[in-house]
Nanobody
Framework: QVQLVESGGGLVQPGGSLRVSCAAS????????MSWYRQAPGKERESVAT???????DYADSVKGRFTISRDNDANTVYLQMNSLKPEDTAVYYC?????????WGQGTQVTVSS
């Protein structure tokens, strides 16, 4: 079955960097676009970044120039490198993909930006 397992979250100071990872299994990873979403307390889940099967990348305006999404098809893993982190980046970060009509989510990893 499809599994998405995020890791790498934690506490970081404003201006710092963090990389979160998502290990995928149960499907042909290289043939599907992968995305990162996030959900802050009291807010709706929002799209952060997407990488296509051809490595085209799309970002939310709020993270452009600070975050970088990448994928390693040999390792079945998608990454989100987050630089110049701000307190408003604090959220649970989720890995997700759409297969047919079904969207699959990981369990999420908490990222907290605070001094």
């Amino acid at each position: 079955q499809v599994q998405l397992v995020e890791s790498g979250g934690g506490l970081v100071q404003p201006g710092g960097s963090l990389r979160v990872s998502c290990a995928a299994s149960g499907f042909t990873f290289r043939t599907y676009a992968m995305s990162w979403y996030r959900q802050a307390p009291g807010k709706e889940r929002e799209s952060v970044a997407t990488i296509s099967t051809r490595y085209n990348k799309d970002y939310a305006d709020s993270v452009k120039g600070r975050f970088t999404i990448s994928r390693d098809n040999d390792a079945n893993t998608v990454y989100l490198q987050m630089n110049s982190l701000k307190p408003e980046d604090t959220a649970v970060y989720y890995c997700t993909t759409m297969i047919g009509l079904d969207r699959y989510w990981g369990q999420g990893t908490q990222v907290t930006v605070s001094s």
